[in-house]
């Protein structure tokens, strides 16, 4: 199985900081990664598919990158809304998908 | 719109089963496949297995081979999970999500609101 790693596991930040959550894979994943933030009490919400693709209806702010095993989610102006958990899954054994372990992003 | 509309909250006893329903609009069912995604109070998110009911295959997370089997109902739209031989850590909220059946990236874009499942004596 292909495992996920993030880290840090939780970042405190302020409003208007630029953050960066890094994920790495087990295993070369290509460019199939994805990324979600959840709200508590809430689904997770797609934000970025394929490494650095976003998703219709999220804001600018948030970007990826990476490919292969190290990826990393940017958010270039944090919100207030932004504080959440946010979560990296691997979609390149679609038999077999997986997630990290979680970002809790706090306010500072 | 999309639509993943999932049973209500179970509580049961250790030892049981719980059978969790996804229902699925707004979209044609055929193209997808439906995914089941639990989370424990407090945890991540945890991927156990999914559906693709167009090819009526499935693939389950190895923890859970033997325990759980997801099926799902064409002429009505609606995934299943059912999970057997509970035990308390099986308290979670389980989540349906779908993702599009490409060759391409697979992401879930869609996912329900999530069925809390309480395993307790």
């Known amino acids: 199985d292909i495992q996920m790693t993030q880290s840090p596991s939780s970042l405190s930040a302020s409003v208007g900081d630029r953050v960066t959550i890094t994920c790495r894979a087990s295993e070369s994943i290509s460019s199939y990664l994805n990324w979600y933030q959840q709200k508590p009490g809430k689904a997770p919400k797609l934000l970025i598919y394929a490494a650095s693709s976003l998703q219709g209806g999220v804001p600018s702010r948030f970007s990826g990158s990476g490919s292969g095993t190290d990826f990393t989610l940017t958010i270039s102006s944090l919100q207030p809304e932004d504080f959440a958990t946010y979560y990296c899954q691997q979609s390149y054994n679609s038999q077999m998908y997986s997630f990290g372990q979680g970002t809790n992003l706090e306010i500072k | 719109q999309v639509q993943l509309v999932q049973s209500g909250a179970a509580v049961k006893k250790p030892g049981s089963s719980v059978k969790v329903s996804c229902k699925a609009s707004g979209d044609t069912f055929s193209n997808y496949a439906i995914n089941w995604v639990r989370q424990a109070p407090g945890q991540g998110l945890e991927w156990m297995g999914g559906?693709?009911?167009?090819?009526?295959?499935?693939n389950y997370a190895q923890k859970f081979q033997g325990r759980v089997t997801i099926t799902a109902d064409d002429s009505t739209s609606t995934a299943y999970m059912e999970l057997r031989s509970l035990r308390s850590e099986d308290t979670a909220v389980y989540y349906c999500?779908?993702?599009?059946?490409?060759?391409?990236?697979?992401?879930?874009?869609?996912w329900g609101p999530g069925t809390l499942v309480t395993v307790s004596s």
């Open positions: 999500a779908r993702d599009e059946i490409t060759t391409g990236p697979r992401f879930f874009d869609y």
């Open positions: 559906i693709m009911p167009v090819f009526r295959t499935t």
